[in-house]
């Protein structure tokens, strides 16, 4: 699978949970953060390789993994050495191509959508250029209240609803959606109560904007982490 060097390299992993060097955007400066003596001080390489054993700790089934999004698939390619299954969307472009790039084999189900409440088509916009993991979903009011945003900053993305693919098992669900974690599980209610998984969600460090949602579905916050929080079934 051909790239172009211009706008995509192979980033080093330093080792981090088995993890082989990924194709990555060149202009991207907020997956592996700072590097200092050689290994990462922060950044969601951080987060991966200090808090992913905490969740799995409480992740009884190894069959089938949910993680959206994929952003350039440094986790879904984590847990493709844990879970016989691997379902992960990216909605945007370019981040895709190095998720599919990177992601290879019959135990990804890999879509270039994103997660939402309904089946439909949303505002993606691209908040930082130098931070693809910063990209927000937003709706056509939103935008249009919003007239500041550069155009070629926004693209037009298709969402699905998880429960629209009737997965077959669901052990954990990871959402990192950039505050669209909400309208996602919304969309994954039916799996939810069907699998009760473990859920992880993207704070930031602050409380989750879904914590609300959650305990409606049944969930309390296990933990809070440095930016993810885990949720399990009372």
Request: net charge negative; aromatic share 10%; proline share 5%.
């Amino acid at each position: 699978m051909k790239y172009d060097t211009n706008k995509f390299e192979m980033r080093d992993c330093f080792g981090i949970c088995d993890l082989p060097p990924l194709l990555w955007q060149k202009q991207d400066q907020g997956a592996f953060g700072k590097i200092i003596a050689g290994r990462p001080v922060d950044g969601p390489i951080l987060d991966l390789a200090l808090d992913a054993s905490k969740w799995m700790e409480l992740v009884k089934g190894r069959d089938v993994v949910v993680q959206a999004g994929g952003n350039q698939g440094m986790y879904p390619r984590y847990y493709a050495n844990i879970f016989e299954k691997v379902y992960t969307f990216e909605p945007d472009v370019d981040n895709y191509f190095c998720l599919d790039f990177n992601c290879q084999g019959v135990q990804y189900y890999k879509q270039n959508v994103g997660l939402g409440e309904s089946d439909t088509t949303m505002n993606l916009v691209q908040l930082a250029p130098n931070n693809t993991g910063m990209h927000r979903t937003v709706s056509d009011e939103l935008l249009l209240a919003n007239p500041n945003i550069p155009s070629d900053r926004v693209s037009k993305v298709e969402m699905v609803r998880l429960d629209s693919l009737n997965i077959e098992a669901c052990d954990l669900l990871h959402l990192d959606v950039e505050l669209y974690e909400t309208e996602a599980l919304v969309g994954a209610e039916e799996t939810i109560k069907k699998y009760s998984p473990v859920i992880v969600v993207e704070t930031g460090g602050r409380p989750s904007p879904a914590d609300g949602y959650l305990r409606l579905l049944g969930y309390k916050l296990h933990s809070q982490l440095r930016m993810d929080a885990i949720y399990v079934k009372e």
